[in-house]
């Protein structure tokens, strides 16, 4: 699940330092590598993370719903706008573009909120100070 997580982040970070009128085949990878390794995250957190209630859960699926289907319909104004070149049609692009990274941003904080309430704790020294014995 993991690994879908470090490939969505640094396919965003690729995503904002190259642009594609500098290097579009870099920057078309790097939007491919985030377009599937975001959704596969999202599906493995859904089923693999445990959910405090029925409510968490509902706006995780809500929300990876929303991802999903904004990608197909991103892939499908793409799709057009190189074929024939609409009015409007890299502008409806764009907005579910958008749609596409702001719901990747709700599903990740809807993520580390339910960690919320965890402690971290770091501390020098052994692991056990006392063995059961």
């Known amino acids: ?3 879908f997580y470090f490939a969505d982040i640094f396919a965003l970070v690729g995503l904002t330092y190259v642009q594609s009128n500098e290097w579009f085949p870099l920057h078309a990878f790097f939007f491919g590598s985030f377009l599937t390794a975001s959704p596969l995250f999202l599906l493995s957190a859904l089923f693999c993370v445990p959910v405090a209630g029925k409510a968490a ?3 995780r699926k809500r929300t990876f719903q929303l991802h999903l ?3 197909l319909i991103t892939m499908f104004f793409y799709v057009h706008h190189n074929s024939s070149c609409d009015d409007f049609v890299y502008t409806f692009f764009a907005f579910f573009e ?3 990274v702001f719901s990747n941003i709700y599903f ?3 993520f580390g ?3 919320a309430s ?3 704790s770091i501390q020098c020294g052994p692991m056990y100070s006392s063995l059961p014995r």
Do not use: A, V
Request: hydrophobic share 45%.
């Open 1 to 3: 699940m993991y690994i």
């Open 113 to 115: 909120s339910e960690f």
């Open 108 to 110: 990740h904080f809807l």
């Open 57 to 59: 859960y509902r706006s």
């Open 98 to 100: 958008y749609i596409i």
């Open 118 to 120: 965890s402690t971290l």
């Open 69 to 71: 289907s904004s990608i």
